[in-house]
Antibody, heavy 127, light 108 residues
Framework: QIQLVQSGGEVRQPGASVKVSCKAS????????INWVRQAPGQGLEWMGW????????QYAQKFQGRVTLTTDTGTSTAYMELSSLRSDDTAVYFC????????????????????WGQGTQVTVSS | SYELTQPPSVSVSPGQTARITCSGD??????TYWYQQKPGQAPVVVIY???ERPSGIPERFSGSSSGTIVTLTISGVQAEDEADYYC???????????FGGGTKLTVL
């Protein structure tokens, strides 16, 4: 079955960086993009960015531009999210999620939905 | 930046109908997706492309759209439907994805 398995929880000090991995299985990695979404304690879902599994093109949410880097390793079907200059308000569960069902037509581009999701990775930023 | 607006909470009794709305200026131009999230779990899509239901999602879940407002309807709500629900879409060009703030559904 299609599955995304994320790396384990991390604890970092303010100002440091963290890199979370997301290993895909059960489908052809290069056929789909991967999104990264985070959820702070007691808060809602926040989209951070997207990376193409095909050519590593990226799109970052404006809030995270310059601080987040998305990469892929097609040889191991793994996506990575690195967040730098960590602050206490970056404490959150970070999810990866595969794109599904994107469409193009003469009118434009319609991104798909997120399915499946990884299990989430807790990142704690604390001194 | 583009935003989607949901009510923070909705409460219904078992067997009643719950309606959760999501509003955004670009919703007429982009599909909306709905996710259910239970505590400690990853979200699960319950409606895609405004009104399509994935396999395995009960028929009581349905979606509709009208202009800049989309609605998730849960008919005959059951206790197991108590969860947070998020709408998700994109800006008019499809460049940036966005989530609504989430709605906590309470089954009384």
């Amino acid at each position: 079955q299609i599955q995304l398995v994320q790396s384990g929880g991390e604890v970092r000090q303010p100002g440091a960086s963290v890199k979370v991995s997301c290993k895909a299985s059960g489908y052809t990695f290069t056929d789909y993009g991967i999104n990264w979404v985070r959820q702070a304690p007691g808060q809602g879902l926040e989209w951070m960015g997207w990376i193409s599994g095909y050519n590593a093109d990226t799109q970052y949410a404006q809030k995270f531009q310059g601080r987040v880097t998305l990469t892929t390793d097609t040889g191991t079907s793994t996506a990575y999210m690195e967040l730098s200059s960590l602050r206490s308000d970056d404490t959150a569960v970070y999810f990866c999620a595969r794109d599904a069902g994107e469409e193009y037509d003469n009118s434009g581009y319609y991104p798909g939905w997120f399915d499946p999701w990884g299990q989430g990775t807790q990142v704690t930023v604390s001194s | 930046s583009y935003e989607l607006t949901q009510p923070p909470s909705v409460s219904v009794s078992p067997g009643q109908t719950a309606r959760i709305t999501c509003s955004g200026d670009a919703l007429p131009k982009q599909y909306t997706y709905w996710y259910q999230q239970k505590p400690g779990q990853a979200p699960v899509v319950v409606i895609y492309k405004d009104s399509e239901r994935p396999s395995g999602i009960p028929e009581r879940f349905s979606g509709s759209s009208s202009g800049t407002i989309v609605t998730l309807t849960i008919s005959g709500v059951q206790a197991e439907d108590e969860a947070d629900y998020y709408c998700q879409s994109a800006d008019s060009r499809g460049t940036y994805r966005v989530f609504g703030g989430g709605t906590k559904l309470t089954v009384l």
